[in-house]
């Protein structure tokens, strides 16, 4: 059912979008003058991960399907770090640019910006990580506290019963949702799993560091769950160094190549994948159709129409799933 209403709304968007004066890339409405440029651009809190690139090329090709007079670009810090990510968004609402796809490394910290921007007339689209008390006209991305859930339901069948150790770290607004679906799934389906959680202060090795001194103090642990990209290597970084492999049973996050080849060696069980693809070109598509409002009004004051949420949803993936995401695109 959820398929069957996200295709609804994708045929929708681009009905709005093509009435706002894309067809086919190359074409225009007969009689239309050429469509005047405009440029939307990308703000991400890690320039150069993998899942983000897979962002960047679905807003690509989105843009490329909406018509040659639509370019964007790529912006944001090469460290996680949301007060750059602001300072990115605030200098291209001073370039006046026609809109902006940004996933929030820290809720809070990216509403001054995000909310100067739509006061601006800048139509913001959040996907990947919500900034959801901003003036954000909508978000494009996964149900995070659905893909927590389901990591969850996958662990507690792995293991039963026992101890596990999360791995994450405060700040992000999708980091906690996706700990809190984690926490109730393993209440709603496992036999009394016990939790642990460590801050990994978003890195990988850092999560090495805090998982081998959690596995070292709690030996009873089997299982692990790396709440982002970034743990699943620590963790099994960890349980390698101190002999334990076969008894931790861990569930990664997103399909970076370090995590594909440790599913791939059974390192990692399993990993929870997103669609970051469709991210990108559903949040190009309403950014687009958002820069363009119709003769009907919006809910949104100002803009064109949008739907204030896309679940972009996910999968438990399995050595035979991350094999489509073995050729990440590179910007």
């Not at 991400?44 to 690509?60: D, H, I, P, Q, T």
């Not at 954000?136 to 996958?154: H, I, P, S, V």
């Not at 693809?277 to 129409?305: C, W």
């Amino acid at each position: 059912m959820k398929k069957v209403i996200l295709s609804l709304i994708l045929v929708a968007v681009l009905t709005v979008s093509v009435f706002a004066g894309g067809q086919k890339e190359g074409q225009t409405v007969p009689g239309q003058k050429e469509m005047e440029k405009e440029t939307y651009a990308m703000v991400v809190f890690l320039k150069g991960s993998e899942f983000f690139n897979w962002c960047y090329a679905g807003m690509s090709d989105a843009a490329r399907a909406i018509g040659p007079h639509v370019s964007v670009e790529l912006q944001g810090p090469a460290e996680w770090d949301a007060t750059l990510e602001a300072r990115a968004i605030d200098s291209l609402v001073a370039r006046r640019i026609d809109g902006i796809l940004v996933t929030a490394g820290d809720a809070a910290t990216m509403i001054p910006s995000i909310n100067k921007a739509t006061a601006a007339g800048v139509p913001v689209i959040t996907f990947d990580s919500d900034s959801p008390e901003s003036d954000r006209l909508a978000f494009a991305g996964t149900n995070n506290y659905a893909a927590g859930f389901e990591a969850g339901k996958a662990m507690a069948e792995w293991i039963g019963t026992g101890h596990v150790g999360v791995s994450t770290f405060p700040g992000p607004d999708h980091l906690k949702q996706r700990v809190d679906g984690f926490k109730d799934a393993l209440e709603k389906y496992g036999n009394g799993i016990k939790v642990s959680i460590v801050n990994d202060e978003g890195d990988v090795v850092k999560a090495e560091t805090q998982l081998t001194a959690l596995l070292q103090a709690n030996p009873d642990i089997n299982g692990i769950f790396a709440a982002h990209g970034n743990p699943g290597p620590g963790a099994a970084s960890a349980v390698r160094s101190l002999g334990m492999e076969g008894q931790v049973a861990i569930m990664g996050f997103d399909f970076g190549m370090p995590v594909i080849e440790l599913i791939e060696s059974g390192e990692i069980k399993g990993t929870v994948g997103q669609n970051p693809y469709l991210m990108g070109y559903m949040a190009m598509i309403m950014a687009y159709s958002a820069n363009h409002p119709t003769d009907v009004p919006s809910t949104n004051a100002g803009f064109g129409h949008t739907p204030s949420n896309v679940d972009t949803g996910v999968a438990i993936l399995d050595v035979e799933g991350v094999q489509m995401y073995k050729n990440p695109p590179k910007f």
